[in-house]
């Protein structure tokens, strides 16, 4: 399809969406459409997305410095700068929602509103708009004002306390954005049901999604138990599990064994796999008994793997239809001959970066990885002329009043 002078590829490829705020889940939404496809206009103050100062850095052969992190959570968009806190800047926002299938933003609860950009306003002028805010607390209840961060929705929402973390240490926050990236991915399940919705209709939709409330949605052991036994799960459950969470050295790594493919007969097989007939012993038979003597457990299993190699090990135990996990490093993952044979990696080349990969989206369909689009995360203001001009077809004038006016 063609939009604006650009080729756009994709599922996505008749949606465009407007990304508004400053937060890793916003980013993430808007870039899990634009690699399927969609025009995602990012659009950021004149300091930048926050994210722009994110370290890792790459140095570019001219010598500035880019974010790792924005280069990976920004691919196949639009960038522009505005100062929507400008009446005038605000407007064009507003225009350019009015462009839009779908805007998504991440401030806080009223503060769209006091600049007249809050959805009830966007969709008065256009009603088949969808608008998806993502705040940490959402947008009612006696939190919804609250400041937070990605650890403190881990926190909140039950996660430090059953899940990471060791039994007798204090609870230990995952790392990377994990809760933002799921809040993420909730909201184009919920974007892309709201576009059904719209299609079927003609009809737009408000979604109001939370972070804590992704989080305490994401494990499917974490509240369950409690809601069904009455129980509080606790975290540790791989401290003293030898057969299904602990991590065992190897020769060159580590691995997680794990009870599935045994046929219910777990310590029959793992006997027999690693010529150790101790493993036969009654009080392994159950999982009560191997919890209780885990360290016997152990030092039996463990010198037994560490007479393989983490490759060799894997490839013997799945030829015998067992499963293990096996713990590798990001240059491995790169490297792994089975994603390059799936074609899972993307490459993207940037003029001054370099060829650069990135995962793909996790899935393919007809046989395709469907990330088809191959644009860098944009430098800031990139895009400014080609979106003003081209798409809202404003003036130089216009154009050259904002710049003077610091609101571009």
Same mark, same amino acid.
């Given at each position: 399809?063609?939009?604006?002078?650009?080729?756009?590829?994709?599922?996505?490829? &008749?949606?465009?969406?407007?990304?508004?705020?400053?937060?890793?889940?916003?980013?993430?939404?808007?870039?899990?459409?634009?690699?399927?496809?969609? +025009?995602?206009?990012?659009?950021?103050?004149?300091?930048?997305?926050?994210?722009?100062?994110?370290?890792?850095?790459?140095?570019?052969?001219?010598?500035?410095?880019?974010?790792?992190?924005?280069?990976?959570?920004?691919?196949?968009?639009?960038?522009?700068?505005? &100062?929507?806190?400008?009446?005038?800047?605000?407007?064009?926002?507003?225009?350019?929602?009015? +462009?839009?299938?779908?805007?998504?933003?991440?401030?806080?609860?009223?503060?769209?509103?006091?600049?007249?950009?809050?959805?009830?306003?966007?969709?008065?002028?256009?009603?088949?708009?969808?608008?998806?805010?993502? +705040?940490?607390?959402?947008?009612?209840?006696?939190?919804?004002?609250?400041?937070?961060?990605?650890?403190?929705?881990?926190?909140?929402?039950?996660?430090?306390?059953?899940?990471?973390?060791?039994?007798?240490?204090?609870?230990?926050?995952?790392?990377?954005?994990?809760?933002?990236? +799921?809040?993420?991915?909730?909201?184009?399940?919920?974007?892309?049901?709201?576009?059904?919705?719209?299609?079927?209709?003609?009809?737009?939709?408000?979604?109001?999604?939370?972070?804590?409330?992704?989080?305490?949605?994401?494990?499917?052991?974490?509240?369950?138990?409690?809601?069904?036994?009455?129980?509080?799960?606790?975290?540790?459950?791989?401290?003293?599990?030898?057969?299904?969470?602990?991590?065992?050295?190897?020769?060159?790594?580590?691995?997680?064994?794990?009870?599935?493919?045994?046929?219910?007969?777990? %310590?029959?097989?793992?006997?027999?796999?690693?010529?150790?007939?101790?493993?036969?012993?009654?009080?392994?038979?159950?999982?009560?008994?191997?919890?209780?003597?885990?360290?016997?457990?152990?030092?039996?299993?463990?010198?037994?793997?560490?007479?393989?190699?983490?490759?060799?090990?894997?490839?013997?135990? %799945?030829?015998?239809?067992?499963?293990?996990?096996?713990?590798?490093?990001?240059?491995?993952?790169?490297?792994?001959?089975?994603?390059?044979?799936?074609?899972?990696?993307?490459?993207?080349?940037?003029?001054?970066?370099?060829?650069?990969?990135?995962?793909?989206?996790?899935?393919?369909? &007809?046989?395709?990885?469907?990330?088809?689009?191959?644009?860098?995360?944009?430098?800031?203001?990139?895009?400014?002329?080609?979106?003003?001009?081209?798409?809202?077809?404003?003036?130089?004038?216009?154009?050259?009043?904002?710049?003077?006016? &610091?609101?571009?």
């Amino acid at each position: 399809m063609v939009r604006d002078g650009y080729v756009m590829e994709g599922i996505l490829s &008749d949606i465009r969406v407007l990304e508004l705020g400053e937060s890793p889940s916003v980013a993430f939404c808007g870039k899990l459409l634009a690699d399927q496809g969609a +025009t995602v206009i990012k659009v950021e103050s004149l300091n930048g997305d926050p994210l722009r100062y994110d370290p890792p850095f790459l140095q570019t052969s001219s010598g500035e410095l880019i974010s790792s992190s924005f280069l990976s959570f920004n691919t196949n968009k639009f960038g522009i700068t505005l &100062d929507i806190t400008q009446p005038e800047a605000a407007k064009i926002c507003k225009e350019l929602v009015n +462009t839009c299938d779908i805007c998504i933003e991440s401030f806080e609860p009223g503060y769209l509103a006091n600049l007249g950009l809050d959805h009830e306003s966007l969709m008065a002028t256009n009603d088949t708009l969808i608008m998806l805010s993502i +705040t940490y607390y959402g947008q009612t209840g006696p939190y919804a004002h609250y400041r937070a961060d990605e650890l403190t929705s881990q926190a909140i929402g039950g996660f430090l306390y059953a899940v990471t973390g060791s039994a007798d240490k204090p609870p230990m926050g995952t790392v990377l954005n994990q809760m933002e990236i +799921t809040t993420a991915r909730n909201g184009v399940v919920a974007i892309m049901a709201a576009v059904l919705n719209r299609d079927a209709q003609g009809v737009g939709s408000y979604i109001d999604l939370s972070t804590a409330e992704s989080v305490v949605a994401t494990p499917s052991q974490l509240i369950h138990p409690r809601s069904y036994t009455g129980r509080n799960p606790k975290r540790g459950g791989s401290d003293t599990n030898v057969m299904d969470g602990m991590h065992l050295p190897t020769k060159d790594g580590e691995v997680t064994l794990t009870t599935a493919g045994t046929g219910g007969k777990p %310590m029959e097989v793992w006997s027999e796999f690693l010529d150790e007939p101790r493993l036969l012993d009654e009080k392994f038979s159950n999982r009560s008994g191997r919890l209780e003597h885990w360290e016997e457990l152990y030092n039996l299993v463990a010198p037994k793997l560490m007479n393989w190699e983490n490759i060799p090990l894997m490839e013997a135990t %799945m030829a015998q239809g067992l499963v293990i996990g096996l713990v590798q490093s990001p240059l491995q993952v790169l490297q792994s001959p089975h994603l390059s044979e799936r074609g899972y990696f993307v490459y993207i080349d940037d003029p001054e970066l370099g060829n650069l990969a990135y995962p793909g989206p996790g899935f393919f369909i &007809d046989g395709e990885n469907i990330m088809t689009s191959d644009r860098v995360a944009p430098r800031l203001g990139q895009h400014n002329d080609y979106i003003f001009t081209e798409v809202l077809k404003l003036s130089s004038g216009v154009i050259e009043d904002l710049r003077s006016q &610091d609101a571009i």
